[in-house]
Every structure is written in structure tokens, then in C-alpha cells.
């Protein structure tokens, strides 16, 4: 299982990466594992400002529809829209072409509140 060192994660299993006042998220490698293979991402929330924990969109696999919760406040200023064509990208590449969106950070602390990497190994037993 894949869970890089310089992310950082959630208890609902999406990674967050900051970049100045702009954070990319998108789901784990175990998070698209458990799901299974992705057919449809779904995010109507872009240009939104949204709290921590707020669903953002959600994600929709063969067996199962997951709701995607933000991580950390903020306005969604983009969505991957290649996930429109090719949904499961999420799947061969949670951590690159698969990112779901970009949020412009109300706070770029609260990211630090966020679990590491070995926290997150942790949590899904890795």
C-alpha cells in the first residue's frame, strides 16, 4: 500500500497536499482499494466555500457510493476534470492524475492538525 510521507491524511481517507495557500485533495490508495473500481466522481461544489468535514462530492464505484468530505476549510477553486472521462484514474493513480480538487485554504494551519503519514498507516493497519 502506498502512503507517501509528504501528504497529509484523514480519518475519512483523503490525502491533502499544500502548496502556498492551496491545497490539492484527493483519496488514498486504501480508501480506492476498499472501494473497488471507480466509475463516476461527482463534485458540484467548485467556487463554494465550504467548513472542514462538509461533504464536497462524492464517489461512485461499482458496489458502493462514498461521500467525499473536505478536509480542511476553504473555497474549491478546481476540479480534475480529466476524472470526467476517465473516473478511474482514482484507481491506477490516487496520488497524481487522480487528485479530485483544489482548495484555497481559509486557514494553511489547519492542515497541521491533519495526520501524518505514520499516523495514517496506523489507522488502516499498513
Same mark, same amino acid.
Given at each position: 500500500?502506498?502512503?507517501?510521507?509528504?501528504?497529509?491524511?484523514?480519518?475519512?481517507?483523503?490525502?491533502?497536499?499544500?502548496?502556498?495557500? !492551496?491545497? #490539492? %485533495?484527493?483519496? =488514498?490508495?486504501? *480508501?480506492?482499494?476498499?472501494? /473497488?473500481?471507480?466509475?463516476? $466522481?461527482? !463534485?458540484? #461544489? %467548485?467556487?463554494? =466555500?465550504?467548513? *472542514?468535514?462538509?461533504?464536497? /462530492?462524492?464517489?461512485?464505484? $461499482?458496489?458502493?457510493?462514498?461521500?467525499?468530505?473536505?478536509?480542511?476549510?476553504?473555497?474549491?477553486?478546481?476540479?480534475?476534470?480529466?476524472?470526467?472521462?476517465?473516473?478511474?484514474?482514482?484507481?491506477?493513480?490516487?496520488?497524481?492524475?487522480?487528485?479530485?480538487?483544489?482548495?484555497?485554504?481559509?486557514?494553511?494551519?489547519?492542515?497541521?492538525?491533519?495526520?501524518?503519514?505514520?499516523?495514517?498507516?496506523?489507522?488502516?493497519?499498513?
Amino acid at each position: 500500500m502506498n502512503i507517501p510521507a509528504e501528504l497529509k491524511y484523514t480519518k475519512d481517507h483523503e490525502w491533502v497536499k499544500l502548496e502556498g495557500d !492551496v491545497a #490539492t %485533495v484527493g483519496i =488514498t490508495d486504501f *480508501a480506492q482499494s476498499e472501494l /473497488g473500481d471507480i466509475v463516476y $466522481v461527482e !463534485v458540484e #461544489t %467548485v467556487d463554494d =466555500t465550504l467548513d *472542514a468535514d462538509e461533504v464536497f /462530492g462524492s464517489v461512485e464505484a $461499482v458496489k458502493t457510493v462514498s461521500d467525499l468530505f473536505l478536509p480542511i476549510s476553504g473555497e474549491i477553486i478546481e476540479f480534475n476534470e480529466a476524472l470526467e472521462d476517465a473516473p478511474e484514474t482514482v484507481n491506477s493513480d490516487p496520488y497524481g492524475a487522480g487528485w479530485m480538487i483544489k482548495i484555497k485554504c481559509a486557514n494553511t494551519s489547519d492542515v497541521d492538525g491533519l495526520m501524518t503519514a505514520d499516523e495514517y498507516k496506523e489507522l488502516v493497519g499498513a
